[in-house]
């Protein structure tokens, strides 16, 4: 990744709030640029820059951990009531800071069922889960918060450790047929390397405050479990339709297959000109593989 035009700087210290799959991601390559990166989590960690933050407790974080914060990346999903964990409780210290920019993983479940159609972000987002309505909330507290803040929109999310070879080495694959059905999705190195360009390119780029990070091809997830199948030089299991294998389903992964959308990344890719690595699951999937 190129360095020389880069609006960061070792004079920059990131906060990256719910280090999970995503946030260790960014936080690995964001420290490599050479920025000072510190770490959330509900649980202490013996790595010396990770610092413990929960919304559901009344501890909040040591203000120190707040000096000379300029970018904060917040990774956590909207907590039981509804409410964005991270506004809840830190608005006020995070509003307090000289931020330059306070970056939002959302989800492309606010665009709803657009039945197979192309969504992209100047569609009005038109949730029907009750999760994403409450998303949907979030975006806009964010973006009504007063801080300098960008929204993701982010499709499946997978990678190494996190891909459907992890489902079939735990048995946990379950190979669906739904006509029609296909989900888009980003491997975890664009979510990472897509947000590092928009903030490296941040002066000469058009700033967008809604972006969806999504790759070139949204398929069926049987194409994806077929092409696993093949690497991995094993017979698929033979496909279930959707209506006999629904009544199996746990109701939140019944609603997955309620809603069938393709979601464009013409905003991030062609008009801010972001190159994606992986842009199809086959190139991701093999990312995976190799490193699984
Ligand atoms: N997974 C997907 O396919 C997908 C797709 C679209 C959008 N998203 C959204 O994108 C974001 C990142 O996804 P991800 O899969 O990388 O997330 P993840 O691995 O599940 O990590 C979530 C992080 O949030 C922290 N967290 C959760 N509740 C919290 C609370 N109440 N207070 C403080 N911290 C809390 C977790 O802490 P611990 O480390 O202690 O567990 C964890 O570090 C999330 O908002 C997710 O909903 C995910």
């Not at 094993?234 to 939140?252: G, N, R, V």
Request: with cysteine.
């Amino acid at each position: 990744m190129k360095n020389h035009a880069s609006s960061l700087s070792n004079k920059n210290k990131f906060l990256i709030l719910g280090c999970g799959f995503s946030g260790s991601f960014f936080a690995k390559k964001i420290r490599e640029l050479g920025c000072t990166v510190l770490t959330s989590s509900r649980s202490e960690k013996k790595d010396p820059d990770s610092f413990v933050f929960n919304s559901e407790s009344d501890m909040v974080p040591n203000k120190k951990i707040f000096d000379g914060v300029t970018h904060v990346l917040s990774c956590i999903p909207p907590d039981k009531n509804g409410n964005d964990p991270v506004l809840k409780r830190l608005k006020n210290q995070l509003k307090s800071l000289p931020l330059e920019w306070a970056g939002y993983l959302s989800t492309t479940g606010v665009y709803g069922d657009t039945e197979g159609d192309w969504v992209s972000e100047i569609d009005k987002p038109n949730p029907i889960q009750k999760r994403s309505h409450t998303r949907l909330n979030c975006e806009k507290e964010w973006i009504e918060s007063g801080l300098p803040a960008q929204i993701f929109r982010l499709p499946g999310i997978y990678g190494p450790g996190r891909s459907s070879f992890d489902a079939i080495k735990n048995k946990k694959i379950r190979v669906i047929s739904k006509k029609d059905q296909v989900f888009s999705r980003i491997h975890v190195s664009d979510i990472t390397n897509a947000i590092i360009y928009l903030l490296q390119n941040k002066n000469s780029l058009k700033f967008c405050q809604i972006i969806n990070i999504a790759d070139d091809e949204p398929c069926s997830q049987i194409e994806v479990i077929q092409y696993c199948y093949d690497l991995l030089d094993l017979p698929m299991p033979k496909p279930i339709l959707f209506e006999d294998a629904k009544k199996e389903l746990s109701p939140i992964a019944q609603s997955f297959w309620i809603e069938n959308r393709r979601v464009s990344n013409k905003l991030l890719c062609e008009t801010l000109g972001y190159k994606l690595i992986y842009k199809n699951y086959k190139l991701g999937l093999k990312n995976c593989y190799l490193n699984s």
